[in-house]
Nanobody, 121 residues
Framework: QVQLVESGGGLVQPGGSLRLSCAAS????????LGWHRQAPGKQRELVAV???????NYADSVKGRFTISRDNTKNTVYLQMNSLKPEDTAVYYC???????????????WGQGTQVTVSS
């Protein structure tokens, strides 16, 4: 029904920057909240950032002031700009979206496949 395709992950040195992108496609009528989660080795998956359709944002305390989430509603795409990266940011990052499809009148959650971000010198 809905596919989320992520890009932009990779290896970066501490203090560097990366921008993650996630494009949604399929039988999409409307997208409500979009967000990013991450899972570090040996740890639980945690919320990184979320953005509503109107542009309201929330961030985990650990990334406030360094990460910025944004969206392009015309392209069904969400971005995560990551600056001043730290080794502690190393994780698999997952895109998620609350989507109303043409066949359903209520939103359901969809997830991307995950993309690796490694911060190391």
């Amino acid at each position: 029904q809905v596919q989320l395709v992520e890009s932009g992950g990779g290896l970066v040195q501490p203090g560097g920057s990366l921008r993650l992108s996630c494009a949604a496609s399929g039988s999409i009528f409307s997208i409500y909240d979009l967000g990013w989660h991450r899972q570090a080795p040996g740890k639980q998956r945690e919320l990184v950032a979320v953005i509503t359709r109107a542009g309201s944002t929330n961030y985990a305390d650990s990334v406030k002031g360094r990460f910025t989430i944004s969206r392009d509603n015309t392209k069904n795409t969400v971005y995560l700009q990551m600056n001043s990266l730290k080794p502690e940011d190393t994780a698999v990052y997952y895109c998620n979206a609350d989507v109303v499809t043409y066949s359903r009148s209520f939103p359901r959650a969809y997830w991307g496949q995950g993309t690796q971000v490694t911060v190391s010198s």
